[in-house]
Every structure is written in C-alpha cells, then in structure tokens.
C-alpha cells in the first residue's frame, strides 16, 4: 500500500493541464459495447477507473489496444459474455453503466452491484424503472443484478428524483430500442452532454442532453467513431481550491469555463481572483478566505464531488460556514479525519457547520473516499509541517498523476509505500 507525505505551507504557483473527464470516461467506455465497429477515444484519463473499465471490456472479449497514454482503440465486435462479475464491477460505481450498455447490445445483461465509495444508500430503483419501461424484465438473484428484454421499446420514463447513474443507463438502453424514449427531470450534468454528443457521433438519434428532457429515438446500428473526452470540471475545481487554500496563482489550462461557473462563483465569494480565459482559468489568491455558505445539488447547483475541498478551504475561513449537502447521505465522514488536524466541525444530519480557524495542524489522516482524498491533499498542502495521507487507492480512482502536478506547482509531495498493517486501520 502507499500514502501521501506532505510538507505544506507553500503557496502553489505555475500551470497544471487538466486530464479528460473521469464522470465522461466511466460513461463512455461501457457505451462503446453498442458499437458495431471499432471505437477510439481520445483524451481518456489515466485512473484506476478507467483502467478497472478497460480490463472489464477485455474480459467481456472487447479487443482493447493502447494508441498512446490517453488514447485507446476498443473492437467491441468479439463481446460474447454478457455477464460482468463481483471482481470486475467491485471498487467502481460506474460497472452498473454495463446495465444499459449489455441490455441495448444483447438484451441481456448479467451485472453485480456496483461499488466505489460509500456516501450511504445508491438504490437502483430508478436504473430498474426505466428498463422496464422499455420492456426488459429486472430481477436480482444470488447478488446479480438480472436484465432481460426478448425486444426493447421506447417509452416515457419520469425520474422521481434527478439520478446522474439512472440518465445515463437509460440512456444506453434507448439508444438502440424502436421508438421513441424520452426521460423526464433528466440529469443535466456535462457528462451526460459528452455521452449523448458520443453516441449521436457514432449515429445515434439523442436530443435535449443537458436539459430535463432528454428525447431518444432508436436507431438499429451504430457505427465507429473517434471521439475526444471532455476536461475534468472536478480535478480542474479541485485546483483551484488549492491555489485559493494555499494563498497561490495557478493558470489552470484545458478546460470549459462555462462547466465551473457555480464553482468560480463560491472562489470569488471568499476572496479568490478569479480570471476566465477561452480555455483556461488563473486563480489567485493572497488573504484568508471569507466564510460562506454552500449547499450542493444537481447540476446546474453547486457540485457535490467539490463539496469536501470547499469543506477544507472553510475550515480555515475567517467567520463561520455552514454547509448543507442536498446529494448524498454520507459525506462528511471526511470531517472527522480534519478534526484530527484542529479543524472546528459539527455535524447535523446533511448540515455541517464550520468554525474557520487561523491554521490547522498537520496530522495522519486517511482518505474516506475519492473526493475527501483530495480534499486532505489540500488541508496538508495548506498547513505547515508533514501531513499524511493514507488510502491513496482512493484517490487513484479519480486524479490522474495527482503527486506530480501538485509538485510541478511546487508542492512537496511524495507517494510513499507503507506496511498494508498500517494502511489497514479501521476508520471512525
């Protein structure tokens, strides 16, 4: 296993390129199984995800070759299996896109529950509404998530709630099923913008992606495309907060502005210098950041994936911060790991309430989950003296060479390994 060993205290200053978009990528790699050619995808971030997707498309008999780092060549056309097991979808949320992606493809999917971090309860009763809207037959048995359809159809499928993971596999589903299929209170994060523009590429028929309504007309065949990932709206918000925590100026290069606008927005709230270029942010920050006030939501709100590095940025406030988080139902475990540092942090249910401290202490910590890791990176980047993070595999998941571009910022940053013994300790 390995950490994280951080000596903070040093603004970070210098460019950092942001990588293609994990949340795209998880998406769009399972969607080339509705291919009936050869698929190239450009600009894939190289993550344990996707590498864990990679693997998986192997084993199901995709031909996966390697063009360059970040460009991959997928033939989907020797995929005979439609059964994806406990060891190819634990660790990772998105192996229940192979849902939508095998039931559009071969009406029949086999797929164990997904894993990935834990912020609490991810029923798949709204992934299971909408297949059966378009005819298939859901059942779980022994563990196994079951899909079958002799045909698909299209349908009307209301969303009771807005589910990123619920669009897009019915999005997956419809793109091949006869008729028309529209998904109300769809979600409208940039992803499902990249997956529909990545479909409609290889000839599908999907219009209103990014809006609520999402229409889908089947199409019979799909042909190969090559197609390049969006930049990472999440890894590109995540530095921004660190140059604002560590009083730095960072250009932040490839990226789409228009994707961090709720973010931007809550910078320039406490402080930050925020300057928007055609493909580029620079973020400059040089007092104590001001309190303020975030409750995450669905896209176009404030994202949940940047509610923890607001959370340490906060934690250092001049004031107090209350946080509410409208998302998921577990995500402040996070908090406990910074009150090891001298954070103030009380929680309340979904509500977080921080008193911002003049600095905080370094400490060893654990990462809880992908974003909180993160997160910890930047609460010992901003603090003086050596901090630890443990359960980097967390943080693997998500940041492509995370070390490396904190360091080109001038960050001291090392990837240590260390006795499993160690990393194995049981979190609060």
């Known amino acids: 296993m390995e950490k994280f060993v951080i000596n903070g205290g040093k603004p970070l200053k210098g460019t950092v390129k942001i990588s293609g978009a994990k949340n795209a990528a998880v998406a769009i790699l399972p969607a080339v ?18 590498q864990t997707l990679l693997e998986s498309l192997s084993t ?60 609490g309860v991810r029923p798949i009763d709204l992934h299971i509404k909408g297949f059966e809207t378009l005819g298939a037959d859901v ?92 930049p990472d709206q999440i890894e590109a918000g995540t530095y921004m907060v660190a140059a604002v925590a560590t009083k730095g100026d960072v250009l932040i290069e490839n990226v789409i502005p228009k994707h961090l606008e709720s973010i ?67 995500r402040y475990r996070y908090l406990d790991q910074l009150s090891s540092m001298r954070a103030q942090v009380r929680v309340d249910g979904k509500t977080a309430i921080i008193n911002g401290v003049e600095e905080l202490s370094p400490a060893a910590v654990s990462a809880v989950d992908l974003r909180a890791g993160a997160a910890l990176i930047i609460a010992g980047l901003m603090t003086k003296g050596e901090t630890s993070v443990g359960q980097i595999q967390y943080i693997d998941r998500g940041y492509e060479f995370i070390a490396e571009k904190f360091s080109a910022l001038g960050a001291d940053i090392k990837r240590v390994s260390v006795p499993d013994e160690v990393q194995n300790i049981k979190l609060a």
């Not at 995929?79 to 095998?102: I, N």
């Not at 006869?178 to 994060?189: D, F, Y």
């Open 33 to 50: 199984l509705l291919s009936d050619e050869p698929c190239t995808i450009e600009n894939l971030p190289q993550i344990s995800d996707v």
């Open 60 to 119: 199901l008999g995709a031909d996966v070759k390697l063009i360059n780092k970040d460009t991959v060549r997928i033939d989907p056309r020797g995929v005979r299996s439609c059964l994806v097991t406990k060891e190819m979808a634990e660790g990772m949320r998105a192996s229940s896109y192979f849902l939508g992606a095998l039931l559009g493809r071969c009406k029949n999917a086999v797929v164990a529950p997904p894993g990935g971090c834990d912020f």
């Open 139 to 230: 059942s779980i048995e022994n563990g196994m998530v079951e899909a079958h359809a002799e045909e698909l159809f299209g349908g009307s499928v209301y969303l009771d709630m807005v589910s990123v993971g619920a669009t897009i596999n019915i999005m997956l589903a419809a793109v091949k099923a006869k008729g028309l299929t529209v998904i109300e209170n769809a979600a409208r994060e940039p992803h499902i913008v990249d997956l529909a523009n990545f479909l409609n590429s290889m000839g599908a028929n999907i219009m209103g992606a990014g809006t609520s309504n999402i229409r889908i007309r089947g199409v019979e065949h799909l042909k190969g495309t090559t197609y390049s990932i969006i």
């Open 264 to 330: 931007i927005a809550k910078l320039v709230e406490v402080g930050a210098s925020v300057t928007e270029y055609d493909e580029s942010i620079r973020v400059k920050m040089t007092t104590r950041p001001k309190c303020c006030n975030i409750k995450t939501m669905p896209h176009p709100g404030f994202p949940t994936d940047m509610q923890p590095q607001f959370g340490v940025l906060l934690s250092v406030a001049d004031g107090t911060s209350v946080i509410n988080e409208g998302v998921w139902d577990n």
